[in-house]
């Protein structure tokens, strides 16, 4: 039996990445999948994809940096499923890589601590009071490998991360006995838009490809697939003793 059969899972940051690999993922295990991004063109994709596939999904788009928006979005889930049982936090921005503390702006700032950390907070207060009025739920959040070390050229990143894990730990011990379970998920290299971003296409296995790879012990990087894997563990009865854990999905690269 499958494990999400007509669960409503929220996954924001949906439209590429380990969001729209988790969205096929929680869809062929019988949930109702509810697209959140604000690229509507490729959420639509990512939907028809589903649907295609025998699942069920719908967009519905909304800027996580926006507490109103966010607001609203929980509405519509509610008004229209009448609850809401799992969500997934994944929306994020990595910024400017590469640059020092010293050079960094209140531009760089407001992006990413707006969409990695309030972006976070927005969706956990409303998706914990939707859960709160129908008996529970879980959520976890993406966190990353640099929610637990240091990178150079990175320090806004790192300290956003940081941040979403604690978020993720103290709302955990609040809502525990609410059966609201709430954990992280701390992926290291995927081979996603964020990362070729950063580092390049396999093709071109450039020098900075090769660094991040070199980090993992695996020597390689990880696919959307496998961090999917993770959040549907975290987000299942499986893990119902799991709350306030971070799962690293990064073949040992924080342990190394």
């Known amino acids: 039996m499958s494990r999400f059969t007509d669960?409503?899972?929220?996954?924001?940051?949906?439209?590429?990445?380990?969001?729209?690999?988790?969205?096929?993922?929680?869809?062929?295990?019988?949930?109702?999948?509810?697209?959140?991004?604000?690229?509507?063109?490729?959420?639509?994709?990512?939907?028809?994809?589903?649907?295609?596939?025998?699942?069920?999904?719908?967009?519905?788009q909304a800027d996580v940096t926006d507490e109103a928006t966010i607001a609203s979005l929980i509405d519509a889930i509610m008004e229209k499923h009448g609850r809401l049982d799992i969500a997934f936090n994944n929306a994020g921005a990595e910024g400017k890589m590469g640059e020092p503390t010293a050079s960094q702006t209140g531009a760089d700032y407001d992006e990413i601590m707006g969409t990695n950390v309030a972006g976070v907070l927005w969706a956990m207060k409303h998706e914990i009071n939707a859960m709160l009025k129908t008996g529970g739920g879980a959520i976890v959040n993406t966190a990353s490998i640099f929610s637990q070390i240091g990178m150079p050229g990175m320090a806004?990143?790192?300290?956003?991360?940081?941040?979403?894990?604690?978020?993720?730990?103290?709302?955990?011990?609040?809502?525990?006995?609410?059966?609201?379970?709430?954990?992280?998920?701390?992926?290291?290299?995927?081979?996603?838009?964020?990362?070729?971003?950063?580092a390049g296409t396999p093709e071109e296995n450039s020098d900075g490809r090769q660094y991040f790879t070199n980090f993992h012990p695996m020597g390689r990087i990880s696919t959307p697939e496998e961090q999917a894997e993770a959040v549907l563990f975290l987000a299942s009865d499986q893990a119902s003793f799991v709350n306030a854990a971070n799962l690293a999905v990064d073949s040992g690269w924080s342990v190394s």
């Open 156 to 198: 806004l990143y790192t300290a956003a991360k940081h941040a979403v894990l604690g978020l993720t730990r103290a709302s955990a011990l609040e809502y525990a006995k609410e059966n609201i379970r709430i954990n992280a998920v701390s992926p290291g290299g995927v081979e996603t838009e964020m990362f070729v971003r950063a």
């Open 7 to 60: 669960k409503v899972v929220l996954i924001t940051g949906a439209t590429s990445g380990i969001g729209e690999a988790t969205a096929h993922a929680f869809a062929r295990e019988g949930a109702m999948v509810i697209v959140n991004g604000r690229r509507a063109e490729k959420g639509a994709a990512v939907v028809t994809a589903i649907e295609t596939a025998g699942g069920r999904a719908e967009f519905m």
